[in-house]
Nanobody
Framework: VQLQASGGGLVQPGGSLRLSCAAS????????MGWHRQAPGKQRELVAR???????DYADAVKGRFTISRDNAKNTAYLQMNNLSPDDTAVYYC????????????WGQGTLVTVSS
């Protein structure tokens, strides 16, 4: 599978963005999907993940504000981000993990989210 992330941009504090991660190939329904982010000078961290059957969990920092979802018919995963703060500024990456082979991981190219007034 190959991944193409999109939807980043500049948004004011309190605003919203929706990121998309489009996957090529026919195995999307056999992958767990995740969104990670990396802020300047910091390590990449997990933001949210969703299993192939739609069970989601979140980092504490984004619970109640972000929602991860997926549409297997469209081979796309989403990250709806609400009530954004400057601390959410980062490059966001999507990641696909083969449900049968946990070491088979694919990363998207990243999309920059900047939260600033």
């Amino acid at each position: 599978v190959q991944l193409q992330a999109s939807g980043g941009g500049l948004v004011q504090p309190g605003g919203s963005l929706r990121l998309s991660c489009a996957a090529s190939g026919s195995t999307f329904s056999l992958t767990h999907m995740g969104w990670h982010r990396q802020a300047p000078g910091k390590q990449r961290e997990l933001v949210a993940r969703i299993t192939n059957i739609g069970v989601a969990d979140y980092a504490d920092a984004v619970k109640g504000r972000f929602t991860i979802s997926r549409d297997n018919a469209k081979n796309t995963a989403y990250l709806q981000m609400n009530n954004l703060s400057p601390d959410d500024t980062a490059v966001y990456y999507c990641r696909a993990t083969n449900i049968y082979k946990g070491d088979e991981v694919t990363w998207g190219q990243g999309t920059l989210v900047t939260v600033s007034s």
